[in-house]
Each structure stands twice: as structure tokens, then as C-alpha cells.
């Protein structure tokens, strides 16, 4: 049985998973000229960052509790966020067309 401490970790885990991923894929597409360059590089790059901050978060840091087995725990941790993260930059942020940076000098 999952703790209330394992499970309120878990869920910080995954929300901040969450975040992470929707600022990166923002990033890329803001910051690359090429649509693919950029899908490209959120797919590769993204979970890479995500995998990181799982060894630190739940290694390191000892936040979150034990899932059971690996393949859940790459669903719950990486997955899921990885997911809700291009949704949340696909479906709720402005186009990046429509965003203005500043002047490049």
C-alpha cells in the first residue's frame, strides 16, 4: 500500500515532468526556424531532460514512491508528462508565428 507522502511525490514528479516538457517543446518551436527541426529536437531532447530529472527527483532527491515494475514507472514518469506537455504547447499556447521576439543585433 502507497503512502499519502509516495503518492503527493509521485504526482509533484509528474507535474513538474509536465511543465518541463510544455517550456522545452515551447522552446524549440520558438527558437527553430524548421517545423521538424523542431519536433525533431523535442522528441530526442525532452526526454532526455525528463530522464535526468527523474534519476535526480527520485535518486537523488528520494521524491516519489515505488511504482512496482520499470515499464510503469517510464509511463507514469516520462510518458504521460512527455504527452500532456505537447498537448498543453499544441492546443493551449499561441502559434509561435504570432509571438514577437525581440530584434537579434
Not at 46 to 64: E, F, H, K, N, R
Request: proline share 5%; charged share 10%; no cysteine.
Amino acid at each position: 500500500m502507497a503512502s499519502i507522502g509516495a503518492i503527493a511525490g509521485l504526482l509533484f514528479v509528474v507535474a513538474l515532468h509536465t511543465v518541463i516538457a510544455a517550456v522545452a517543446t515551447r522552446f524549440f518551436r520558438i527558437s527553430l526556424d524548421t517545423v521538424w527541426g523542431s519536433a525533431v529536437y523535442a522528441v530526442v531532447f525532452v526526454p532526455m531532460l525528463l530522464v535526468a530529472s527523474t534519476l535526480v527527483l527520485t535518486g537523488a532527491l528520494g521524491i516519489g514512491g515505488n511504482v512496482g515494475n520499470k515499464t510503469t514507472a517510464v509511463l507514469l514518469v516520462i510518458a504521460i508528462p512527455l504527452t500532456l506537455g505537447f498537448a498543453i504547447d499544441l492546443l493551449w499556447m499561441p502559434d509561435p508565428e504570432t509571438v514577437e521576439l525581440p530584434e537579434k543585433t
